[in-house]
């Protein structure tokens, strides 16, 4: 049975135009945004990706790279002194 996750996936590999590759990259940084403990399991599959030997794969793979770098909630310390306090 194959996912979604799956097939965002195989169109980060296989899609039929750079645009069809884009938007998967950007949906993969949506599954990030709405599920930042899967973070390394995203990172995992999409370097596999990022050494394809297609071209439009590892252009397609970056793009998903950025898009859940911008979805990665901001980490905040606790206990930590801010400068200035």
Do not use: C
């Amino acid at each position: 049975m194959t996912t979604r996750l799956d097939r965002l996936f195989l169109l980060l590999d296989t899609g039929s135009t750079p645009l069809v590759r884009k938007s998967a990259a950007e949906q993969l940084g949506e599954v990030q945004r709405l599920h930042p403990h899967e973070l390394q399991n995203l990172l995992t599959k999409v370097h596999m990706y990022l050494r394809s030997p297609t071209w439009e794969t590892r252009i397609a793979s970056g793009q998903a790279v950025e898009a859940i770098a911008k979805n990665v909630p901001q980490w905040e310390p606790v206990g930590l002194v801010k400068k200035g306090d």
